[in-house]
């Protein structure tokens, strides 16, 4: 069974950056970072499916960026120019079927404890 432990979040003011950072023990075929603010469904910003290029969803495409080490098992998220709205706790998911890979919560088996990210203006 895999288990996710996330590293990284935090306080930034707006335009900073953060990385966070996601260990996972087993076998992962498509790793994911997702959000979620309180009251609203937990959001999909990016995957990383193994040997591919990773997707983004819009609201963070051209300033967050995943990269992933299929040798360490490790999923990186950095965070460029934050806004106020990127504030939310931040998830690390992962799954090990293929076809699987998405931005949809639904997909995923396996998710990390959580960290927070707030940005203030």
């Known amino acids: 069974q895999v288990q996710l432990v996330e590293h990284g979040g935090g306080s930034v003011e707006a335009g900073g950056s953060l990385r966070l950072s996601c260990e996972a023990s087993g076998v992962t075929v498509c790793m994911a970072w997702f959000r979620q603010t309180p009251g609203k469904e937990r959001e999909g910003i990016g995957y990383?499916?193994?040997?591919?290029?990773?997707n983004y969803s819009d609201s963070v495409k051209g300033r967050f960026t995943i990269v992933k080490d299929d040798d360490m098992n490790v999923l990186y998220l950095q965070m460029n120019r934050l806004k106020p709205e990127d504030t939310a706790m931040y998830y690390c998911a992962a799954t090990a079927t293929w076809g699987s890979c998405s931005l949809r919560a639904g997909q995923y088996h396996a998710w990390g404890q959580g960290t927070q990210v707030t940005v203030s203006s």
């Open positions: 990383s499916l193994r040997d591919t290029t990773p």
